[in-house]
């Protein structure tokens, strides 16, 4: 079986690229559905996309490889790709725009694109072995317990990353671009919990507050949630993607509350109230309890100083922490590092020494913020690989 193009993945970056790649295009995936990941994603509402994606919101080793594709495909084509499809949508907090519906719709849509491009799908399909030939590529499948052997012209690596493995997720693109002399960078767990040793938040599981988590090169203003195992929440995940094991981050857990000033004015009006019970009403009570024995929160308001007031709150506006590490790619929405740069051209995808060969999304080195962003690098990216196939003829 000849076809002009294979996209090994069936996930965003993939059935984008399809849908614009021109004719005899298949798309194989192993998994009995397509879109898994989107299925999942802003609670089954698919955070498809945010409408402050620039490349500032993008890791990479190369920060600027992202900014060619980001240009030609924007949020806006997104938004209105959508709205064709008369999907109906609702921002939330921070340009994160969600369906009102389910994330379904964006697969339905995908697959309607897909379709009108003459794309194939085959499903519970596994690639068994890959060849570069003279005009490109051989490939043996399994496809539902049948071998398969096809050609193509083109090649795109469209698997992702090693992030939620019981979906099937593995670090196949990696294995083929290695085969084909690419340079994989470091991957590791992105947007994902931190964990810390025998239980220490415990007791404060389900407690949520605004917080700005940081360290030496990021910070992020947005929730905080203390967890069985640690912390989690959008601050959280946000930060991870700038932190190694070992390293120290610093919480605020007052970032816009003028505290200081609060708790001088109340030890004049109430005094006798306990310093704990007026904490209490500026966070929540369980986390004042939790750091009633670290902080020495003792005494009426009147008892206090200014100077005791103030070192109060640059502790409660310092908490240093270090994480012992983070739950991994088990509940990681992203891997972070992939398929070097370098060995690709920006405005195609195309590997630079392996005619024929693209690789997009979530495989190659460049991962997005938590809010669509890495939605948005998935469109973008398949866009750019997907219309660069179709000009060839």
């Given at each position: 079986?000849?076809?002009?193009?294979?996209?090994?993945?069936?996930?965003?970056?993939?059935?984008?690229?399809?849908?614009?790649?021109?004719?005899?295009?298949?798309?194989?995936?192993?998994?009995?559905?397509?879109?898994?990941?989107?299925?999942?994603?802003?609670?089954?509402?698919?955070?498809?996309?945010?409408?402050?994606?620039?490349?500032?919101?993008?890791?990479?080793?190369?920060?600027?490889?992202?900014?060619?594709?980001?240009?030609?495909?924007?949020?806006?084509?997104?938004?209105?790709?959508?709205?064709?499809?008369?999907?109906?949508?609702?921002?939330?907090?921070?340009?994160?725009?969600?369906?009102?519906?389910?994330?379904?719709?964006?697969?339905?849509?995908?697959?309607?694109?897909?379709?009108?491009?003459?794309?194939?799908?085959?499903?519970?399909?596994?690639?068994?072995?890959?060849?570069?030939?003279?005009?490109?590529?051989?490939?043996?499948?399994?496809?539902?317990?049948?071998?398969?052997?096809?050609?193509?012209?083109?090649?795109?690596?469209?698997?992702?990353?090693?992030?939620?493995?019981?979906?099937?997720?593995?670090?196949l693109a990696y294995d083929i671009a290695r085969q084909f002399g690419l340079d994989v960078t470091e991957t590791r767990p992105a947007l994902v919990p931190f964990t810390f040793p025998e239980g220490r938040f415990a007791p404060l599981a389900g407690v949520s507050l605004p917080a700005r988590l940081s360290n030496a090169r990021?910070?992020?203003?947005?929730?905080?949630?203390?967890?069985?195992?640690?912390?989690?929440?959008?601050?959280?995940?946000?930060?991870?993607?700038?932190?190694?094991?070992?390293?120290?981050?610093?919480?605020?857990?007052?970032?816009?509350?003028?505290?200081?000033?609060?708790?001088?004015?109340?030890?004049?009006?109430?005094?006798?109230?306990?310093?704990?019970?007026?904490?209490?009403?500026?966070?929540?009570?369980?986390?004042?309890?939790?750091?009633?024995?670290?902080?020495?929160?003792?005494?009426?308001?009147?008892?206090?100083?200014?100077?005791?007031?103030?070192?109060?709150?640059?502790?409660?506006?310092?908490?240093?922490?270090?994480?012992?590490?983070?739950?991994?790619?088990?509940?990681?929405?992203?891997?972070?590092?992939?398929?070097?740069?370098?060995?690709?051209?920006?405005?195609?995808?195309?590997?630079?020494?392996?005619?024929?060969?693209?690789?997009?999304?979530?495989?190659?080195?460049?991962?997005?913020?938590?809010?669509?962003?890495?939605?948005?690098?998935?469109?973008?990216?398949?866009?750019?690989?997907?219309?660069?196939?179709?000009?060839k003829g």
């Open positions: 079986m000849e076809f002009e193009t294979v996209i090994l993945g069936a996930g965003a970056a993939g059935m984008m690229c399809a849908a614009h790649a021109g004719p005899r295009v298949l798309v194989i995936d192993h998994a009995r559905n397509p879109g898994e990941k989107i299925r999942i994603s802003g609670g089954g509402r698919c955070n498809f996309t945010n409408l402050h994606a620039a490349p500032e919101n993008f890791l990479s080793a190369n920060s600027h490889f992202c900014k060619s594709a980001l240009a030609r495909y924007t949020q806006w084509d997104f938004i209105d790709l959508v709205g064709r499809h008369r999907i109906a949508w609702h921002e939330k907090t921070l340009g994160q725009l969600f369906c009102d519906g389910k994330a379904t719709q964006i697969i339905a849509m995908l697959r309607d694109e897909m379709a009108r491009a003459g794309a194939a799908l085959w499903l519970s399909t596994a690639l068994v072995d890959l060849s570069k030939t003279d005009g490109g590529f051989a490939l043996t499948l399994d496809r539902e317990g049948k071998r398969v052997d096809l050609t193509c012209r083109n090649l795109v690596l469209a698997t992702g990353g090693k992030s939620i493995p019981r979906m099937g997720a593995t670090g990021a910070g992020f203003d947005e929730a905080l949630l203390f967890t069985h195992r640690g912390l989690s929440g959008p601050a959280v995940l946000q930060l991870s993607s700038y932190w190694r094991e070992g390293e120290e981050i610093a919480v605020n857990l007052i970032p816009d509350l003028p505290l200081y000033e609060t708790l001088r004015d109340q030890r004049q009006q109430a005094g006798r109230r306990a310093l704990t019970t007026e904490l209490a009403r500026h966070l929540p009570a369980r986390l004042v309890e939790f750091l009633a024995p670290e902080l020495d929160l003792n005494g009426n308001l009147a008892d206090q100083s200014d100077a005791a007031l103030q070192s109060l709150c640059d502790r409660l506006g310092d908490w240093r922490l270090i994480p012992s590490g983070s739950e991994g790619y088990r509940t990681a929405e992203v891997t972070l590092g992939g398929i070097d740069t370098d060995a690709l051209s920006s405005k195609t995808m195309a590997a630079k020494a392996v005619p024929g060969l693209y690789a997009i999304g979530e495989a190659v080195d460049v991962t997005g913020w938590l809010g669509g962003y890495n939605f948005q690098w998935a469109w973008a990216s398949g866009h750019a690989a997907g219309t660069a196939i179709a000009a």
